[in-house]
Structure formats: structure tokens, C-alpha cells
């Protein structure tokens, strides 16, 4: 018996594809999801892809056998799924270059990538060009360009079902490693008709298929912050809430650089850059706005200080990962009354709503970067044309300790669309840009806490630090915003300690 041709050139373009989706949210718990993830990732696969259509067309016109194909099909299972059991101790080790070195991302995925994904891919690229080999033998020569086009177009339409099947169902449903696991096993499920008669393989599939069925192991179970309270990975990213032995909680999504939410039991403060969040929106009436948006709001750590000092606030807490408002509710003790919570990328959201906000807080990050569209003239166009009268934006500008760069884009960019932008150096790698077409008074902020003895001296505190922002710099807009070229020069400058 042998699978047919079409078969198994689809089955193999759709595990090839979705092997590469699956592949970046395996490295994003230890290196982020960012575009230089994307770009190592698919470089690797292409390049993989490139060697293997090369060594396949060889291996074809020497061994033109449907029993070898099949042979190769099944070790490419076997890799696919050893894949993500060998990929931890790998990655543990590759992400201490993270750790200690600032260039780490690019160079520890990229090495990771190649590792783990360069031998299996091009085993799987060998199948096509190998497929059409045998083809051929089958068909008149008249027929040759017929046959040719419509495996690669299985092929490709494969390649469309994989990509979509795991980055919608497969990965948010199974997960990562049982993913893996799943194309995996339908590779050998594929193959196992052609090398039926060779009993050796016979227990490949019968392998994965326990592999499949066993508990889901943790994905990165230890902290030496402390202890990992849960851990999950949604349809956007990786995870995970540390406790400290003092019971303070920490938010960590992807690789674990940044806190992304932190809860301190008895005090909503946290004597980190939220707290500046908190009270920088006052800077223009001393009042606290009637209604507030937090665009990436997390686990809702400043919406938690905005419900516990102004409880007349209505606050929407939007973010493009919707299971971190269920997160933010049992573990960081988000308020259920006055908070709205929107799954949804925050510029689309400003787009679509007909809402005016006396404030917006930005603080959107996908470690390292800021998404390039919230960064641009269009986005703060977009975000003044959404606020009231004395209306405030407050961006948290993330950067190395020491470097101004994006904090001037920013500032400059946000001068062209709002009268006065003023800058707040709350903590070393967090600024807070302030920005209304009303003036900025510090003494505002003084007014608006004074009265609450737990905020006053926060109040005091980043007031004493507001100053006008420095401009002069390039003004991004949806056209050229070169985002990633700033913070990279930023962190290498770092790294170099300039």
C-alpha cells in the first residue's frame, strides 16, 4: 500500500507552516514574540525550506521510491516531536544570554531557531520535489507541468490550513507542546501506509500518540522571584504570576523581562512607575476624571488604584489579550465595579469607539518594543480627538537606564498634535509623557491628592518631576515609524555603556 501523492504533500505543507507558528510562541516565554523573533524564525525555516527542496529533488532522481519518501516523512515526525522536548533545556540555557546580555534576543533566538528548527524543516522540505519525482514515473511527460502545479498548490493550501489551524485552534486549545505532538503524529499517521512492511517504524506514531495523551508539563515552573503561582498560555502570549515569599505578586508575559502588573497586599501603591499613573491625569484640573481608558491595561494594576482612590471613575481597561482581566481578578484584585474590560488592540478600540475620555493612559509594550502604531502623529491625532475638553494622555516610555531616545520621538511626535507635552523621569527606565491642549500645572496634581493622605506624597513626588518635554526630534508617522531601529540603538548604546 502507499498514501497518495496529494495526501502527503498536504499534510506535510500544512505540519511545515504550522511547525513555524507554533515555533514562536515556544521561544516567546523565553525570548518574546517580537519581530525579531518573527524574522530569525522565518529566515530559519526558509533557508531550511531552500536546503531541503534542493536535497530532496537529489535524493529523487537517486531513489524514486515511495517507501524511502514515506521513510523521510516518518523521521521528520520524529524530530517534529522530539522537538519540544528537547526545546527547554535548551532555551533555559540560551536565556541567560538574555539575561545578562541586552542583544540577547536576537542572538539567543536566532541560535535557538536554528537548533531546533533547521533539521526538521528541511527533512520536510525534501517531501514536495521527492513527491513529484515519483509523480512523474506515474504520468505522461505531457502531463508533468499538470501534476507539478497541483502538488504545490496542496502543498501551499496545506501550508494556509496549518498556519491558521494552529495560531486560531491548535495552540490555544492544545498548547504548544501538544501541537507539536499533533503534526507530528499526523506525519506519521501519513506515512506509516508506505513503510507499513518495515516494522521499525511502526512505533513512531504509537510513540507520539502516548506523548500526546500524557499531563501537560509546566512551561517555565521556576523563579528565583519566587514561586509560580499559575501559568498559561493564551491565543495572544505566554503568561505567569509570581508570588513572593511576602505575598507581592508579579505579572511576567512572554519572556519574563518586564513586571507587567504587580499587587502588593494592604496598598494598592506600589513604589514602581504605575503609581505615577495615578496621579499625572489631574495635571490639567486637579480633578479626577469622570472617565478613564488604560490601553494595555494587563492585570489592571493602575484601574485597581484608580477604583480604590476615586471610585467615581468609570474606567475602561482595554488590552489585546482578553484572559488577563480573568487573571487580573483572581490574582491582582481588579475591581469588579466602575471597570469595564475590552479585548482589543488599543488603536483599533480608539477607532472604533464612540467614547470621550477625560484621560488615556498608554502602556502597551511588547518587550522590548512599543507596537510602532502608538507611536506615530495619526495614533495621538487619533487620541485627541477622543478626549474632552482638558482631556490628558499619559504614555509610559519604557527605555534603558539613562537613554532619552524614544522618550524625544515621542514628545515631538505628540507636539504636533497636542499644545503641551510635558515629560515626568519617575523612575530610570520609566518615563511618563504627559500631553493636553490644556496647560500642565504641577501644582495640579498637588491639588488633586492633597486631600488623600496615602496619595499626597505621590502627589508631591511627580509634581517636583514635571518639566516640559524635549522635542526636536523625528516625527513618526504611520508612514515611517523605524520604532525597532530606535529602541535597538537605545539597548546596543546601553549594552556598550555609553
Known amino acids: 500500500m502507499r498514501p497518495p501523492l496529494s495526501l502527503l504533500v498536504f499534510v506535510v505543507g500544512a505540519a511545515a507552516l504550522?511547525?513555524?507558528?507554533?515555533?514562536?510562541?515556544?521561544?516567546?516565554?523565553?525570548f518574546g514574540a517580537?519581530?525579531?523573533?518573527?524574522?530569525?524564525?522565518?529566515?530559519?525555516?526558509?533557508?531550511a525550506l531552500s536546503a531541503g527542496y534542493w536535497l530532496g529533488g537529489k535524493i529523487g532522481d537517486k531513489r524514486p521510491h515511495m517507501a524511502d519518501l514515506c521513510a523521510?516523512?516518518?523521521?521528520?515526525?520524529?524530530?517534529?516531536?522530539?522537538?519540544?522536548?528537547?526545546?527547554?533545556?535548551?532555551?533555559?540555557?540560551?536565556?541567560?544570554?538574555?539575561?545578562?546580555?541586552?542583544?540577547?534576543?536576537?542572538?539567543?533566538?536566532?541560535?535557538?531557531?536554528?537548533?531546533?528548527?533547521?533539521v526538521p524543516v528541511l527533512?520536510?522540505?525534501?517531501?514536495?520535489?521527492?513527491?513529484?519525482?515519483i509523480g512523474i514515473d506515474g504520468v505522461d511527460k505531457l502531463q508533468a507541468g499538470a501534476l507539478a502545479g497541483r502538488l504545490y498548490a496542496l502543498g501551499t493550501v496545506g501550508s494556509l490550513l496549518g498556519t491558521l489551524l494552529c495560531a486560531l485552534v491548535l495552540v490555544p486549545g492544545l498548547g504548544t507542546r501538544r501541537?507539536?505532538?499533533?503534526?507530528?503524529?499526523?506525519?506519521?499517521?501519513?506515512?506509516?501506509?508506505?513503510?507499513?512492511?518495515?516494522?521499525?517504524w511502526t512505533p513512531i506514531p504509537v510513540v507520539i500518540a502516548v506523548l500526546f495523551v500524557l499531563p501537560q508539563a509546566e512551561i517555565k515552573p521556576e523563579s528565583s522571584a519566587g514561586r509560580v503561582i499559575f501559568e498559561d498560555e493564551s491565543a495572544v502570549q505566554y503568561l505567569r504570576v509570581i508570588e513572593s515569599s511576602s505575598g507581592n505578586r508579579t505579572l511576567e508575559l512572554n519572556e519574563g523581562q518586564s513586571r507587567h502588573s504587580f499587587y502588593r497586599p494592604g496598598t494598592v501603591l506600589t513604589d514602581d512607575y504605575w503609581d505615577a499613573t495615578v496621579v499625572l491625569p489631574l495635571a490639567t484640573t486637579a480633578r479626577p476624571p469622570e472617565r478613564l481608558a488604560i490601553l494595555g491595561n494587563a492585570a489592571g494594576t493602575t484601574a485597581r488604584a484608580y477604583a480604590h482612590y476615586f471610585p467615581e471613575t468609570q474606567i475602561d481597561g482595554v488590552d489585546i489579550d482578553g484572559e488577563l482581566a480573568e487573571v487580573g481578578r483572581k490574582y491582582f484584585d481588579l475591581p469588579e465595579q466602575n471597570f469595564t474590560a475590552h479585548t482589543a488592540d488599543a488603536r483599533p478600540y480608539l477607532r472604533s469607539t464612540t467614547t470621550r475620555y477625560d484621560a488615556l493612559i498608554l502602556d502597551a509594550y511588547r518587550q522590548p518594543y512599543i507596537p510602532f502604531y502608538l507611536t506615530t502623529r495619526e495614533f495621538f491625532a487619533l487620541a485627541n480627538d477622543r478626549l474632552?475638553?482638558?482631556?490628558?494622555?499619559?504614555?509610559?516610555?519604557?527605555?534603558?537606564?539613562?537613554?532619552?531616545?524614544?522618550?524625544?520621538?515621542?514628545?515631538?511626535?505628540?507636539?504636533?498634535?497636542?499644545?503641551?507635552?510635558?515629560?515626568?523621569?519617575?523612575?530610570?527606565?520609566?518615563?511618563?509623557?504627559?500631553?493636553?491642549?490644556?496647560?500642565?500645572?504641577?501644582?495640579?496634581?498637588?491639588?488633586g491628592t492633597a486631600d488623600i493622605p496615602s496619595l499626597a506624597p505621590t502627589g508631591l513626588r511627580e509634581a517636583g518631576l514635571l518639566m516640559?518635554?524635549?522635542?526636536?526630534?523625528?516625527?513618526?508617522?504611520?508612514?515611517?515609524?523605524?520604532?525597532?531601529?530606535?529602541?535597538?540603538?537605545?539597548?546596543?548604546q546601553y549594552a556598550a555603556g555609553e
Do not use: C
Not at 34 to 47: D, H, K, P, Q, R
Not at 181 to 189: E, K
Open 18 to 30: 504550522g511547525i513555524e507558528i507554533a515555533a514562536v510562541r515556544l521561544l516567546a516565554p523565553y
Open 34 to 47: 517580537s519581530e525579531v523573533v518573527w524574522a530569525n524564525t522565518i529566515g530559519v525555516v526558509l533557508v
Open 72 to 118: 523521510a516523512v516518518m523521521i521528520g515526525a520524529a524530530l517534529t516531536a522530539l522537538l519540544p522536548l528537547v526545546a527547554r533545556p535548551l532555551l533555559d540555557v540560551g536565556v541567560d544570554a538574555l539575561d545578562s546580555v541586552s542583544a540577547g534576543a536576537f542572538i539567543g533566538s536566532l541560535i535557538a531557531t536554528l537548533i531546533l528548527l533547521a
Open 123 to 133: 527533512v520536510l522540505g525534501t517531501v514536495a520535489p521527492w513527491a513529484l519525482r
Open 179 to 200: 501541537t507539536f505532538l499533533l503534526f507530528a503524529l499526523m506525519l506519521a499517521l501519513v506515512a506509516i501506509v508506505g513503510v507499513a512492511h518495515r516494522h521499525r
Open 388 to 447: 474632552r475638553e482638558h482631556g490628558t494622555v499619559v504614555v509610559n516610555v519604557g527605555h534603558p537606564k539613562g537613554s532619552n531616545l524614544l522618550e524625544r520621538v515621542l514628545a515631538s511626535t505628540m507636539a504636533r498634535e497636542f499644545r503641551y507635552v510635558w515629560i515626568d523621569h519617575t523612575r530610570p527606565t520609566n518615563s511618563m509623557l504627559v500631553a493636553s491642549d490644556s496647560p500642565i500645572q504641577p501644582q495640579d496634581v498637588i491639588d
Open 468 to 492: 516640559p518635554a524635549p522635542t526636536g526630534a523625528d516625527v513618526y508617522t504611520d508612514d515611517r515609524a523605524p520604532v525597532e531601529w530606535l529602541i535597538d540603538r537605545s539597548i546596543v
